[in-house]
């Protein structure tokens, strides 16, 4: 049986196995444990270095797998000489690596919730491979269309709508991904939105979640204009809210009759409180409240009326009353047949800034 003496171990690898009365030797590639791994340090981390400089980011991860040879050098030793309870060469190795790659990129670890997670392979040749990852990035902001926004298609209004959607979100997705370099983007705006209406006031709020993002670090608000759309990045958040947050939204529209208008007809707008429209759909019923309505006659045939309600009261159904699922509608609070020539969203509000 060999001595202690007798093996051939570089200085990193024999202070980790505390031993007693061993001398190390100078030496690297003939260490019977690591062969040298200890020396190519600084190697390893100019990969690293190179693996993340596309990525703005704070705080990192690093994971390793190590080939199962230097274990085994390692497990040969400890098992002749009955060493045990003592951290293994991939913990050390990576506790170092962690280290000096922290002090070269200036960034710290994170190990919960880190920017980037840098994956490390070493083979038995030290053959070295890296790869990283980095967290889903999900941004919170508001859009609105501004002059120029324009739209070309003749299809019915569920069609106009779905496709304005997509155009939009075509436009985010293009800009987003040249921003942060990411080609992962889903979009989630808040509430649906008429065609044709302008996003007025501070905007349709949105969340935007950015896969595998080179920017992943978003300390400051960010304004990006393209195709008639002003999208403003406003903060990070830690996730998509698990249920759609409650939103108010207020919505200018103008309303055309048939018939002249009568001052009499309007008696049921003054001071009507909060109303409760109840909506009903094949599987089930809903609630949406409109909190203020006011009205502005244009013409004998023509008004403006300003709703504050509910996000998701559908305004063309409660103002044309088409169907027998929403009630009530304005033509049923007017007494007579109402037609909905256009509809803006002036402003979605939240929750905590939304009735004051
Ligand atoms: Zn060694």
Known sequence: MKSKSEYNLCKWCSERQHIRNYRPKEITRQCQICHGLWNRLEETCNKLTQATKSYQYDTFQIGLTLDHSFYDNEDKFRSRFKIRGIENIKTSILREIRKKFGKVSNKKTDLHSPDITINVQIGRKFETKVSVISKTVILRGRYNKIKGFQIKNKNSTN????????????????????????????????????????????????YVSIKNSKKISFKQGLSIQSNGLLFKLIEKVRA????????????????????????????????????????????????KLIYQMDIKVKTHRKLELTITCDNGLPIRKFIEGDGLDISPTLPQILGRKCHCNKIDILDILNEENSLN
């Open 159 to 206: 069609d106009r709508l779905e496709i304005n959607q997509r155009h939009i979100e075509k436009i985010l997705k293009k800009e987003i991904s040249d921003q942060f370099s990411s080609d992962s983007i889903i979009f989630w705006p808040v509430g649906k939105e008429e065609p044709e209406s302008l996003v007025l006031g501070n905007g349709r709020p949105f």
């Open 240 to 287: 998509l809210p698990t249920s759609a947050p409650l939103y108010v939204k207020k919505v200018m529209t103008l309303v055309s009759f048939q018939e002249k208008l009568r001052t009499s007809d309007f008696k049921n707008f003054t001071d009507f409180g909060i109303m409760i429209v109840e909506i009903i759909n094949r599987k089930s019923k809903n609630w």
